[in-house]
């Protein structure tokens, strides 16, 4: 089965840009009509979905992040990758990769397990 | 943006005993031209990214329990574990996808034995 596998440095300078990868196994990332998401989680809080690429490279992002987002998919490498730029504290968090479907199935399955990354000087 | 809530904050309940979660949305989640609540709900145990429990509101995920069960339509969700076991202590949260960007979750529910 599909398998999604977060990296990445854990811990960022305050106002650099947290790089984050994906890489898919058990299944190619370009295989269904499936989205790829970013989902993050700061320590003892909610989820907060940051956004979604499809295998076409088009993307969604949640408009509170927009400005500083950006979502890209290699599909010869079955990989898709965050840039979240300007970080500042209020970025730290674990931060989770996705699969979902189109629009009509929307739920997220499966999960990576998560990378913590730390913004700090 | 859908904003989704969930009540209560936390809970516990005894072994054997049942657990009712409620989530609600502020405005529905219900499409009509096909009948089904975009509402999925998943489990999250420490240390661990959350789980796949239910979708469409009531459609339990292959392998999941029949303990966990979902209801409700429109704007208000409920999810029932109807026999708490020890492997059941999580946070449990309700997340909407019928209007997107951006997916939506609700901040949690902690499950814990009484």
């Known amino acids: 089965q599909v398998q999604l596998q977060e990296s990445g440095p854990g811990l960022v300078k305050p106002s650099q840009t947290l790089s984050l990868t994906c890489t898919v196994s058990?299944?190619?990332?370009?295989?269904?009509?499936?989205?790829w998401s970013w989902i993050r989680q700061p320590a003892g809080k909610g989820l907060e979905w940051i956004g979604r690429i499809y295998t076409s490279g088009s993307t969604n992002y949640n408009p509170s992040l927009k400005s500083r987002v950006t979502i890209s998919v290699d599909t010869s490498k079955n990989q898709f990758s965050l840039k979240l730029s300007s970080v500042t504290a209020a970025d730290t968090a674990v931060y989770y990769c996705?699969?979902?479907?189109?629009?009509?199935?929307?739920?997220?399955?499966?999960w990576g397990q998560g990378t913590l990354v730390t913004v700090s000087s | 943006d859908i904003v989704m809530t969930q009540s209560p904050d936390s809970l516990a309940v005894s072994l054997g005993e049942r657990a009712t979660i409620n989530c609600k949305s502020s405005q529905s989640v219900l499409y009509s031209s096909n009948n089904k609540n975009y509402l999925a709900w998943y489990q999250q145990k420490p240390g661990q990214p959350p789980k796949l429990l239910i979708y469409w509101a009531s459609t339990r995920e292959s392998g999941v329990p029949d303990r966990f069960s979902g209801s409700g339509s429109g704007t208000d969700f409920t999810l029932t574990i109807s026999s708490l076991q020890a492997e059941d202590v999580a946070v449990y949260y309700c997340?909407?996808?019928?209007?997107?960007?951006?997916?939506?979750f609700g901040p949690g529910t902690k499950v814990d034995i009484k």
């Open positions: 997340q909407q996808y019928y209007s997107t960007p951006p997916v939506t």
């Open positions: 058990g299944g190619s990332i370009s295989s269904g009509s499936y989205y």
């Open positions: 996705a699969r979902t479907g189109s629009w009509h199935e929307g739920w997220f399955d499966p």
